[in-house]
Structure formats: C-alpha cells, structure tokens
C-alpha cells in the first residue's frame, strides 16, 4: 500500500517559533534605541538640584530674617 503523501502548508509555524521571533524583534528595538537621552537627562537633573538646593537656603534665611 502505497503512503499517501503530505501536502506542504506555507503556515505551519509553531507557537514557539513566533515567541522568539517577537523575543529577537525586542531585543534589536532595545539595542538600536539611542541611549544618549539619558545623559541628557541628568545633566538636567544636576543643574535643578543645584537650582533648588540655592533657592532651599534663600528660604531659610528669609525664614530666620522673619523670627528676629
């Protein structure tokens, strides 16, 4: 008896075939991402720290000025 034979289908993907398609896709997004915003973003951070700490001090010493 001769075997009967399997007709190919063109949309036989697995389900673990297109996790780790959609898992490589992630990981080139996360490696071509431009993390040069993030140094940006602290230098930001400093210079309002330095802001805030200057205008900190203005408060108490105008609080210390109000008491006498």
Do not use: W
Not at 9 to 20: A, E, H, P, R, Y
Not at 35 to 53: D, G, R
């Amino acid at each position: 008896m001769p075997r009967r034979k399997r007709q190919a289908s063109t949309f036989n993907l697995s389900f673990l075939d297109i996790m780790s398609c959609g898992f490589g896709a992630v990981v080139l997004v996360f490696l071509i991402i431009d993390h040069s915003l993030e140094i940006e973003i602290q230098t930001v951070n400093a210079e309002v720290l330095s802001e805030v700490y200057l205008l900190e001090e203005d408060i108490r010493e105008g609080e210390a000025g109000l008491v006498r």
